[in-house]
């Protein structure tokens, strides 16, 4: 759980760098540099193995990371004709799919047969071969005109910082702590109400916003927002809690649990291509987010229907294929249907918009669902108890046998007695978890069913769309 709260804070900084980046690019430079930071702060992470440390480092880890993705997803634009750019667009997506999947089988493998570390370690040599290739092939078209540092609006950044950041850290601590009870979430809370207000205020009437809030004009920019977050919720909300259920209720190891998930990565991979080929063909893109939208609950209402103590990775296959399916026929047709009606400059600040809210998306469903499990076993714990009632034969029975097997292995009466008492609670406990699980995946799924005919009803943009000027 530390280990998804540090990545939930450095997801955070992603999504703040998302929307600053697109107005200061630098281009082949700014990559450099990045993948410099990035690899840099990936070694020095692990030679500070104090908390404290480790959190301050990710963050900047998080900073360089989320600066990446938009400097790359610039440079996929500039660097292929319009009639190309679905196709390599969704080539990006396999990896922006991809990565958060294989993440838990690579990393479960390291920790089982090595040593934490080796997770930031792994990193290295990969960003030494990206900053290689980079050199080699990167080449820096044209830029827009730079902002001096007195003219970047620092105060915008400080605002969306307060707000964002405060925010996950009272969706992440909420439920611990007692929520308004605390007065430090009490006063995040505020922080956050009053960070969002500022931010709102600062952008609107400052000569040049680091974020431009009047994109959001666009309807299909604003579905496309939405879409994004929901598509966030349900990717990196999924990918937390399939391997939380199979390693705290079935008992895997974090090797097993991060490979049930290779299937659906694979999936999602397979298919990109054939999007983008169906988007070049002219489908509308509308349709085929419909189709993925509704793929996805079949998914969530699969695993909500399947869940048990005892569930195998053999039930959880398909399944995992059909949730593959759906996201691949939501990244890039989300993506490509929010800027479909947008033109110049606005495509680049729209696209900072769905990567933002993608991240976002992830960032509060992880938190929101950690905090829903809390609550929701608890009320399924007082449900399973009422029905344990003493004087049932049943219950009898399961506790004199659990007493006696106690006793066999030497416990006095009283001992085996009390140690009978803590397995049926145990018992009890773990079945309200897996009920919550369940919950989970149910009302995940209805969400996205929810979104269906609202997504029917955009308006649909032409399928090339021209970023010339995305800057």
């Known amino acids: 759980m530390g280990y998804h709260g540090l990545r939930n804070r450095q997801r955070n900084c992603d999504s703040d760098d998302q929307l600053v980046v697109p107005n200061n690019l630098d281009g082949e430079i700014t990559l450099l540099r990045l993948l410099s930071y990035s690899q840099y ?55 922006v799919i991809i990565g958060p999947t294989l993440g838990p089988p690579l990393g479960g493998y390291i920790i089982d047969n090595f ?126 809690i399939i391997p939380i259920y199979t390693q705290s209720i079935l008992g895997w190891t974090a090797t097993d649990a991060g490979l049930l998930l290779l299937p659906s990565s694979i999936m999602t991979g397979i298919m990109m291509p054939f999007i983008g080929k169906m988007i070049q063909n002219g489908v509308p893109q509308k349709y085929m987010v419909a189709v993925g939208l509704s793929i ?12 048990t103590n005892d569930t195998g990775a053999e039930h959880m296959f398909w399944p995992l294929i059909l949730r593959g399916v759906g996201l691949g026929l939501l990244f890039v047709p989300v993506m490509t249907l929010s800027l479909s009606t947008l033109h110049g400059k606005s495509i680049g600040e729209g696209a900072a918009f769905t990567g933002m809210m993608r991240q976002l998306g992830g960032s509060f469903g992880i938190a929101l669902i950690t905090t829903f499990i809390a609550r929701d076993s608890q009320k399924h714990r007082v449900d399973l108890v009422a029905n344990l009632d003493p004087s049932k034969f049943d219950v009898q029975q399961r506790v004199q046998q659990l007493q006696m097997s106690f006793q066999a292995k030497g416990f ?24 919550s699980y369940m919950d989970v995946f149910l009302y995940l799924g209805v969400v996205f069913l929810l979104c269906v005919p609202f997504v029917l009803m955009i308006k649909q943009g032409k399928t090339q769309i021209d970023m010339s000027s995305v800057h």
């Open 115 to 240: 040593s934490w570390p080796y997770i930031f370690y792994i990193n290295v040599p990969l960003g030494i071969i990206a900053t290689l290739l980079t050199l080699s092939f990167v080449r820096s078209p044209k830029y827009s005109q730079k902002q001096s540092a007195k003219e970047v609006d620092w105060f915008g950044m400080i605002f969306l910082i307060m707000f964002i950041g405060s925010l996950q850290f009272v969706l992440e601590h909420g439920q611990q702590d007692d929520w308004f009870d605390d007065p430090l979430i009490l006063g995040l809370s505020i922080l956050s109400v009053f960070g969002l207000l500022f931010f709102i205020w600062r952008e609107l009437v400052y000569d040049k916003p680091i974020v431009n809030l009047r994109v959001l004009k666009d309807k299909n920019l604003q579905v496309g927002v939405v879409m994004s977050f929901i598509l966030g919720f349900g990717l990196f909300g999924s990918t937390f």
């Open 296 to 307: 996805f609950f079949g998914f969530c209402f699969w695993m909500y229907s399947l869940m």
């Open 412 to 435: 006095s009466p009283n001992e085996a007695l009390a140690k009978a008492h803590q397995i049926l609670d145990m018992s009890v406990m773990k079945q309200a978890t897996v009920l």
């Open 41 to 95: 702060l990936h070694f020095y992470v692990v030679t500070r193995p104090i908390f404290g440390s480790l959190l301050h480092f990710v963050l900047y880890k998080g900073w360089a990371g989320g600066a990446l993705l938009v400097t790359a997803q610039t440079i996929i634009t500039e660097s292929y004709p319009k009639e190309k750019r679905s196709m390599a667009q969704a080539i990006y997506g396999m990896g």
